[in-house]
């Protein structure tokens, strides 16, 4: 069995009795940065063999895993933060457990995206999920489909490109559509800033809206559509 197991985004209290036992129980652990989940494991006193998984070595691991799940072994897959493979490694090896019929299994649990959509305080009983826009080609195109969505969606930020994303959003959604810039969610210094995308893109322009952290924004739908 592959268990996909959500780790805390932030606050370490996040793990469920049912991720600490299996990540206890399974007999390999692969993780997104070994570094990362070891401060996470040696917390709850977790001594299960751990392997890096990662997007730069799961073509090249993924066949090897296959073999190893085959063979009877049990295995868990983490990332740094959150669920795998919402915006994180996972899928490659999800897809090929699939195709080779060995069973998969998702514990509920921390994901970013959830609670900054939840506590945004705009329409959620749809919304669209976008994760992170590409840096450079297809970017635009991304946006302005964005744009004409008559439902709320979600974007994942770099602190590095907050300025940046929040001025281009402005630019194709109009100023005064509302949106929520959240950062360090459920860490100690969990922020939330509402406004117009034209006061939020002003804000952190000039360094009032703090570019620390991992970012969620959550933007309004076009209401004219």
């Known amino acids: 069995m592959l268990y996909i197991i959500p780790t805390p985004i932030g606050n370490l209290e996040d793990m469920t009795f049912r991720a600490v036992r299996l990540l206890k129980e399974v007999e390999l652990i692969l993780a997104e940065d070994t570094r990362t989940s070891k401060r996470l494991l040696n917390h709850y006193e977790i001594e299960t063999p751990l392997r890096s998984h990662h997007a730069h070595n799961e073509h090249h691991t993924t066949e090897r895993l296959i073999a190893e799940l085959q063979s009877g072994k049990d295995i868990a897959l983490i990332s740094d933060a959150g669920t795998p493979g919402i915006s994180d490694p996972g899928f490659f090896l999800i897809r090929a457990c699939v195709q080779a019929d060995v069973p998969v299994e998702c514990l509920p649990g921390a994901t970013a995206f959830v609670p900054a959509l939840v506590t945004a305080g705009l329409p959620c009983d749809k919304f669209y999920f976008e994760g992170f826009l590409p840096h450079k080609k297809g970017r635009q195109t991304r946006l302005k489909y964005l744009a004409t969505l008559p439902y709320t969606f979600v974007l994942y930020e770099s602190p590095y490109r907050l300025a940046k994303c929040l001025k281009q959003l402005e630019e194709h959604c109009g100023g005064e559509r509302l949106a929520v810039v959240c950062r360090e969610l459920t860490k100690l210094h969990e922020e939330k800033a509402r406004g117009s995308l034209t006061t939020l893109a002003q804000n952190a322009e ?11 924004i959550v933007v309004a739908g076009n209401l004219s559509k």
Do not use: P, S
Not at 206 to 216: Q, T
């Open 206 to 216: 000039k360094g009032i809206l703090k570019a620390k952290g991992e970012i969620v």
